[in-house]
Nanobody
């Protein structure tokens, strides 16, 4: 079965950086788009960034543009989220996700994703 395992979260001061990783297994990773979402306590799960199956196209939520970078290494079955200039409002659990269908367009709605990791906590102190 498909498994997604995130890592790289932690506690960082405002202005700092973190790189999240998500390792996928259970199917041919290079055929599927990947996304990062985040969920703060009491809030909905929000789209952060997405990347096309071949890494050729990326998409970001407006508040992340210029600060976050999504990338992937298909040889390592891994998608990354480089986060720079972190702010306290970035504090959340970060999830990677993937769809059941291969290829296609990048989705930005959590309802359009079928597989989820367990999440990794990112805490940004002021």
């Amino acid at each position: 079965q498909v498994q997604l395992v995130e890592s790289g979260g932690g506690l960082v001061q405002a202005g700092g950086s973190l790189r999240l990783s998500c390792v996928a297994s259970g199917r041919t990773f290079s055929m599927y788009n990947m996304g990062w979402f985040r969920q703060a306590p009491g809030k909905e799960r929000d789209f952060v960034a997405g990347i096309l199956w071949d890494g050729g196209t990326t998409s970001y939520a407006n508040s992340m543009k210029g600060r976050f970078t999504i990338s992937r290494d298909n040889a390592k079955n891994t998608v990354y989220l480089q986060m720079n200039g972190l702010k306290p409002e970035d504090t959340a659990v970060y999830f990677c996700a993937s769809t059941r269908r291969p290829f296609g367009a990048i989705m930005t709605n959590s309802d359009q994703y079928d597989y989820w990791g367990q999440g990794t906590q990112v805490t940004v102190s002021s």
